[in-house]
Protein backbone atom coordinates (compact mmCIF):
# COMPACT_ATOMS: atom_id res chain seq x y z
CA UNK A 1 0.00 0.00 0.00
CA UNK A 2 1.32 3.37 -1.36
CA UNK A 3 1.51 6.06 1.73
CA UNK A 4 -1.42 8.13 -0.35
CA UNK A 5 -3.47 5.78 0.23
CA UNK A 6 -2.23 4.81 3.99
CA UNK A 7 -2.81 9.18 4.59
CA UNK A 8 -6.91 8.95 2.81
CA UNK A 9 -7.44 5.80 4.81
CA UNK A 10 -6.15 8.11 8.53
CA UNK A 11 -8.35 10.69 6.97
CA UNK A 12 -10.87 8.85 6.75
CA UNK A 13 -10.94 7.04 10.14
CA UNK A 14 -10.07 9.95 11.52
CA UNK A 15 -13.04 11.73 9.99
CA UNK A 16 -10.91 14.40 8.63
CA UNK A 17 -11.26 15.92 5.11
CA UNK A 18 -8.04 16.97 2.83
CA UNK A 19 -9.70 20.72 3.18
CA UNK A 20 -9.43 20.06 6.91
CA UNK A 21 -5.83 18.14 6.75
CA UNK A 22 -4.77 20.88 4.93
CA UNK A 23 -6.21 23.75 7.07
CA UNK A 24 -4.48 22.20 10.26
CA UNK A 25 -0.96 21.91 8.15
CA UNK A 26 -0.97 25.22 7.47
CA UNK A 27 -1.40 25.01 3.34
CA UNK A 28 -4.08 24.34 0.87
CA UNK A 29 -5.89 21.98 -0.07
CA UNK A 30 -4.73 22.57 -3.59
CA UNK A 31 -0.79 21.92 -2.18
CA UNK A 32 -1.53 18.92 -0.33
CA UNK A 33 -4.09 17.02 -3.24
CA UNK A 34 -0.49 17.28 -5.48
CA UNK A 35 1.54 15.85 -2.64
CA UNK A 36 -0.73 13.02 -2.34
CA UNK A 37 -0.85 12.87 -6.08
CA UNK A 38 2.92 12.39 -6.33
CA UNK A 39 3.34 10.50 -2.69
CA UNK A 40 6.21 12.09 -1.78
CA UNK A 41 7.02 13.18 1.75
CA UNK A 42 9.68 13.41 4.01
CA UNK A 43 9.73 11.20 7.58
CA UNK A 44 8.83 15.33 8.62
CA UNK A 45 5.63 15.30 6.70
CA UNK A 46 4.20 11.98 7.69
CA UNK A 47 5.26 12.98 11.43
CA UNK A 48 3.09 16.47 11.24
CA UNK A 49 0.37 14.75 9.30
CA UNK A 50 0.53 12.39 11.89
CA UNK A 51 -0.34 15.03 14.79
CA UNK A 52 -3.03 16.78 12.53
CA UNK A 53 -5.10 13.43 12.67
CA UNK A 54 -4.57 12.36 16.17
CA UNK A 55 -1.93 9.73 15.54
CA UNK A 56 1.38 8.49 15.12
CA UNK A 57 3.23 7.93 12.35
CA UNK A 58 5.42 4.76 13.23
CA UNK A 59 8.05 3.48 10.43
CA UNK A 60 10.90 1.34 10.79
CA UNK A 61 12.61 -2.11 10.44
CA UNK A 62 12.27 -4.98 12.28
CA UNK A 63 14.35 -8.21 12.44
CA UNK A 64 13.80 -11.29 13.25
CA UNK A 65 15.33 -11.19 16.59
CA UNK A 66 12.97 -8.62 17.69
CA UNK A 67 15.82 -5.66 16.85
CA UNK A 68 13.73 -2.49 15.80
CA UNK A 69 15.40 0.06 13.70
Known amino acids: MDI ?3 IDL ?4 AKVSTS ?3 RRLGTSPHALGQRLKTGKFSSTDLDK ?3 ALGA ?3 CYFRFSD ?4
Open 4 to 6: ATK
Open 10 to 13: AKAY
Open 20 to 22: ELA
Open 49 to 51: IAA
Open 56 to 58: EFV
Open 66 to 69: GEEI
